[in-house]
């Protein structure tokens, strides 16, 4: 039986993560938090400390490290990217030394899609393309990746790295839960005439492959890129969405460059790249070395979270 440490255990994603690897019966689950939960009570050990104070415990298998810190929506410091390192950067490697001194098996560490970059243009991103991060949060991402490489480097722990994009489900915090909350809302939306691709992925299908890649010998010592199957506009994706909310989908078109121009002005020009713009990811390398492909395809999951998030509000 697999002794696994994970770290953001009460997160988004470590708490979906749990759940599933308990039901197999063949994993010891240590989950590492802030503080203590009530609803993780399930679990073998559950550590409260944060990763620049933990003392691993022995005799682990991997290390899935999922903690960090995320965007911040109002950010407040002077330096934002000093803070991302010190967490992102300092903290992962504070664990990962730990994990080398216990042997530890095999070390996940959960990036982002950021570290390619925020848009593409002509063809989607591959897990070899060169790094192009244009946010301190992704520049923190990259930068620990290469630390952790150098790190590992002859030793018998396997590093694997994943990068994901927008993860989401009907609970998921930040960007997609004001999605929701604006497909349910019954406004008409501006993507009439929006034709751009994006990837996401599914917080089942994520799941998914992070248990691919604790047990594949063909994942050690590497980077994947992990989406759904099907990148979709967003204008798919709100139709999906209203479909299973059982709602109609209301579209109105306006200009992209006025719409462009109407971010730049208000100082969402991010929020504008993320609605309209394009980001393809190309998950061939994971399909290849693992034999890996998402359980559920895009609308499936789509129309789920639209289905649960009315469950959700109820």
């Known amino acids: 039986m697999s002794r696994i440490l994970i770290t953001g255990g009460s997160g988004f994603v470590g708490q979906a993560l749990i759940l599933n690897l308990l039901k197999k019966n063949y994993y010891q689950i240590i989950s590492l938090v802030r503080s203590f939960q009530d609803d993780q009570k399930f679990v073998e050990q559950l550590i409260a400390a944060n990763i620049f104070e933990v003392d691993l415990p022995d005799n682990l298998d991997v290390i899935i490290h999922l903690a960090g810190r995320a965007h911040i929506l109002n950010e407040q410091t002077t330096d934002p990217l000093c803070e991302f390192r010190k967490v992102n950067v300092e903290g992962t490697l504070q664990l990962a030394r730990q994990a080398l001194d216990k042997k530890v098996k095999r070390f996940i560490f959960m990036s982002s899609i950021g570290v390619n970059g925020s848009v ?20 923190s991402k990259l930068e620990a990746e290469h630390e952790l490489k150098k790190l590992f480097a002859g030793s018998d722990t396997e590093l694997v790295i994943i990068r994901p994009p927008l993860v989401y489900a009907a609970h998921a915090p930040g960007n ?7 497909v349910a809302s019954n406004l008409p939306l501006p993507f009439a005439g929006t034709n751009n691709k994006r990837s996401f992925v599914a917080l089942e299908n994520l799941v998914d ?13 590497q980077t994947f890129l992990v989406a759904d199957q099907t990148p979709i506009s967003t204008r798919e994706l709100v139709q999906y969405l209203k479909q299973g909310m059982g709602k109609p989908a209301r579209f109105i078109y306006i200009p992209q460059l006025l719409m462009k121009l109407g971010a730049a002005c208000v100082g969402k020009s991010k929020l504008y790249e993320q609605l309209f713009e394009s980001l393809e990811v190309d998950t061939t390398k994971a399909q290849k070395l693992l034999g890996w492909t998402a ?11 639209g289905q649960n998030y009315l469950k959700m509000k109820e």
């Open 295 to 305: 359980p559920l395809s895009t609308q499936q999951a789509m129309l789920q979270a």
């Open 120 to 139: 593409t243009l002509h063809q989607p991103f591959t897990a070899d393309a060169l790094p192009q991060p244009h946010a301190d949060y992704a520049v």
């Open 209 to 221: 492959f992070i248990q691919t890649c604790i047990e594949h010998p063909n994942a050690a010592n």
């Open 176 to 182: 997609f839960a004001r999605l929701l909350k604006l």
